[in-house]
């Protein structure tokens, strides 16, 4: 179910096409799936040009394994196997579009990261929690990406982010740095090979930098030696 698109919800209906790929059909859902290269397509209730608001999994027809119909509450849509899942996996790269720091964009000057780049940002000591945002700048409707994430350091593995979502918060990090990594799906749900990298610094505090190591030290060796 989750390979074939139906992630979390409840399978009614199995087809397979003339390109042998597998549909499957749920109430909120239909998906497209290719065995070979593991490419797959989602159509939902809800998006623009879906117009069904559920399906109706009594309602169906297929016409020579091309053409499916499906039926349901607003009415009745038709949908044309394609080719297109055979295509080689495309790698799109993600974009960072925006971090914020305690709720605030570092983009529009309110935070201010003592270091602000593409590649690397630093952060003082006292910044609580840390969000980020991210983009493949894909804005097709029925071909919504998916995103995998990992703070190298504080992930064990890539964390796939919630259906719908391209953000992910981190709170209470540890001082020094730590580069998190981003990456997509393509129009055909297949994953990029291109990661987006950024280095995240966070600054100690006072009573963890070296010039307070050394202060420890020579009072340590005061009180010895007195």
Request: aromatic content about 12%.
């Amino acid at each position: 179910s989750f390979q074939c698109g139906n992630e979390n919800s409840r399978v009614n209906k199995i087809f397979v096409d003339k390109y042998n790929h597998v549909w499957t059909m749920g109430h909120q859902r239909i998906g497209i799936f290719n065995s070979i290269n593991g490419a797959k397509k989602t159509y939902r209730t809800g998006n623009i040009g879906f117009l069904l608001g559920r399906l109706n999994p009594n309602a169906t027809y297929t016409f020579n394994n091309d053409t499916f119909y499906f039926g349901g509450v607003n009415g009745i849509i038709s949908l044309t196997s394609s080719p297109n899942l055979e295509q080689a996996p495309q790698n799109v790269l993600t974009h960072i579009s925006d971090i914020k720091i305690n709720g605030e964009s570092i983009w529009n000057g309110i935070a201010h990261p003592t270091i602000h780049t593409k590649e690397h940002i630093q952060i003082s000591s006292d910044i609580r929690e840390l969000q980020i945002y991210f983009s493949a700048l894909d804005f097709s409707a029925n071909a919504l990406p998916r995103y995998a994430c990992k703070l190298e350091g504080w992930d064990d593995d890539w964390i796939l982010i919630e259906e719908g979502k391209n953000s992910i918060s981190y709170s209470h990090l540890p001082k020094g740095k730590h580069t998190f990594c981003v990456k997509c799906t393509d129009s055909n749900g297949v994953w990029s090979n291109k990661e987006t990298k950024i280095i995240i610094e966070k600054m100690p505090r006072f009573y963890e930098t070296y010039w307070a190591y050394l202060i420890y030290i020579i009072l340590l060796l005061g009180t010895i030696f007195i």
